[in-house]
């Protein structure tokens, strides 16, 4: 089977590949691209540890075929920071201990960081709900929720 060339663009750089039509965006970004911060949990779209935006939007990477980034904007977790300083939200991960093993936490932040893009000011029971598709098998949440919630309080204050 041919590989198909892709053109899109991955946390704003112009970048192009090749993949085989069945491939996942999960698996090139993984694969073929060396993006490793993004991580495989279930494969069926159900834990969240692949998350991605592609065109703003919220997706699971194991669920979207590597073609459909032809002509798309990728954000990833390795987009999140400014290169040498961590955004506020991974900051805010750190300091609230709302992480263990990490593999959900790649797509814990890149889906904390869609909501408060969404909504600046989310009560508790928006941010777990919004969250609700990303499952974490080490932290029990509270921490997760606690860093959400105080990293959207830092934002407000900075904007």
């Given at each position: 089977?041919a590989?198909?060339?892709?053109?899109?663009?991955?946390?704003?750089?112009?970048?192009?590949?090749?993949?085989?039509?069945?491939e996942?965006?999960?698996?090139v970004?993984?694969?073929?691209?060396?993006?490793?911060?993004?991580?495989?949990?279930?494969?069926?779209?159900d834990?969240?540890?692949?998350?991605?935006t592609?065109?703003?939007?919220?997706?699971?990477?194991?669920?979207?075929?590597?073609?459909?980034?032809?002509?798309?904007?990728?954000?990833?977790?390795?987009?999140?920071?400014?290169?040498?300083?961590?955004?506020?939200?991974?900051?805010?991960?750190?300091?609230?201990?709302?992480?263990?093993?990490?593999?959900?936490?790649?797509?814990?932040?890149?889906?904390?960081?869609?909501?408060?893009?969404?909504?600046?000011?989310?009560?508790?029971?928006?941010?777990?709900?919004?969250?609700?598709?990303n499952?974490?098998?080490?932290?029990?949440?509270?921490?997760i929720?606690r860093?959400?919630?105080?990293?959207?309080e830092?934002m407000?204050?900075?904007?």
């Amino acid at each position: 089977m041919a590989k198909i060339h892709v053109n899109t663009s991955i946390n704003g750089e112009v970048v192009e590949f090749l993949c085989e039509p069945h491939e996942t965006l999960l698996d090139v970004l993984r694969n073929d691209l060396q993006l490793t911060g993004t991580k495989e949990g279930c494969a069926s779209g159900d834990c969240g540890a692949c998350s991605v935006t592609v065109n703003d939007a919220l997706v699971c990477s194991c669920l979207v075929l590597g073609v459909e980034a032809e002509g798309a904007e990728i954000g990833t977790i390795e987009g999140v920071s400014n290169k040498d300083q961590l955004h506020v939200i991974q900051q805010k991960f750190l300091e609230h201990a709302a992480l263990q093993c990490g593999i959900c936490t790649p797509g814990l932040v890149v889906s904390t960081k869609k909501l408060l893009e969404e909504n600046p000011n989310p009560t508790e029971e928006q941010a777990r709900y919004y969250l609700a598709g990303n499952l974490c098998r080490c932290t029990g949440y509270d921490k997760i929720i606690r860093a959400v919630m105080d990293a959207a309080e830092t934002m407000r204050g900075a904007a």
